[in-house]
């Protein structure tokens, strides 16, 4: 006769021991497939972890070989960029770009507003027209910062009432202008490019006369070599307006003028060519060296070299 377990042994042995199918339901299960990957991947980042810890085991690691082919080239190529902006010369060229936009955006927009025709841009020289036969000589246009043209009249201390402004190279005429908020006695400007001396001539007859203290201001269309200097005391301005050559033409007229005639003569030469050895080659200046004042701010603000010479007279 079967022996029938009590009722709560019956429960018991069913909570218990599981059906054969559901045995097989549980391991088929999706939970059961998502928790055996889970352990799966988490064994072999262990076993890839420890291959990559200990050296020489002869086991490849993916995590090492990654590392050799993204994170390696990537740090080496950092460090050299790093290397080429901390090299001298690259920091310079940063610093002087900085200095081209600090005063074409920052200081000189106050000025720059009061031009009709603005003088801001830079003018390739090949798209001028020019009628003298010392084109091949000339140079593109480019504007003297405003400011730089202030600490450049501060280093010379003199009565400007005595002195005529000549700008050899007057392009658009901003440093007449910029003349002519100072008491010289007249202001000149040589310029041979057309539609230079067109805007220059433009920008002359807008000016505000409200800020200008010497209204006698003129841009005359022309060859600098060929037009000789005035008679009397003078500050000649050149912002490397040409080359080495015509330079040597044009200083030769003054010193011969100076030479008739001896007096007080400036020669302001901004981010020159080199010239230094015609100017004491002539017999007729001496070089100056800047007030401690407009020596600093030329030195930390001035994107360009400045040079002054004063005549021995």
């Known amino acids: 006769m079967p022996v029938v377990p009590p009722r709560s042994e019956r429960l018991e042995s069913q909570a218990t021991v599981p059906s054969q199918r559901g045995v097989k339901d549980m391991a088929t299960s999706p939970k059961s497939r998502v928790a055996e990957r889970i352990a799966q991947l988490a064994a072999t980042a262990a076993s890839q972890n420890t291959a990559a810890a200990v050296p020489g085991t002869g086991i ?41 936009w600090l005063h074409e955006f920052v200081l000189d927009p106050p000025t720059e507003q009061l031009f009709f025709v603005p003088t801001k841009k830079r003018v390739r020289l090949a798209n001028l027209t020019i009628r003298s036969h010392n084109r091949e000589h000339g140079h593109d246009y480019r504007p003297t910062p405003c400011k730089l043209f202030e600490w450049v009249l501060g280093a010379i201390e003199y009565d400007f009432s005595r002195l005529t402004f000549v700008d ?15 008491p010289f006695q007249a202001i000149g400007g040589i310029e041979f490019a057309e539609e230079l001396h067109d805007d220059a001539i433009m920008n002359i007859q807008q000016y505000p006369r409200s800020r200008m203290k010497c209204r006698n201001v003129e841009c005359v269309l022309g060859d600098a070599s060929e037009v000789g200097p005035p008679e009397g005391e003078t500050l000649h301005y050149f912002f490397s307006p040409f080359s080495r050559e015509v330079f040597a033409e044009v200083l030769h007229n003054i010193v011969v003028s100076y030479r008739q005639k001896p007096r007080r003569l400036y020669v302001v030469l901004i981010d020159p060519p080199e010239v230094a050895d015609l100017m004491e080659k002539s017999g007729a200046f001496m070089r100056l060296e800047l007030p401690l004042q407009q020596r600093l701010k030329m030195r930390l603000f001035s994107p360009y070299e400045v040079v002054l010479y004063r005549s021995l007279a």
């Open 168 to 182: 050899h190279g007057a392009g658009k005429g901003r440093v007449l202008l910029l003349a002519s908020e100072h």
């Open 60 to 100: 490849s690691s993916p995590v090492a070989e990654i590392s050799r082919d993204t994170v390696q080239p990537k740090l080496e190529r950092t460090g050299a960029k790093i290397k080429e902006r901390a090299h001298p010369d690259r920091l310079k060229q940063d610093y002087l770009n900085y200095l081209f």
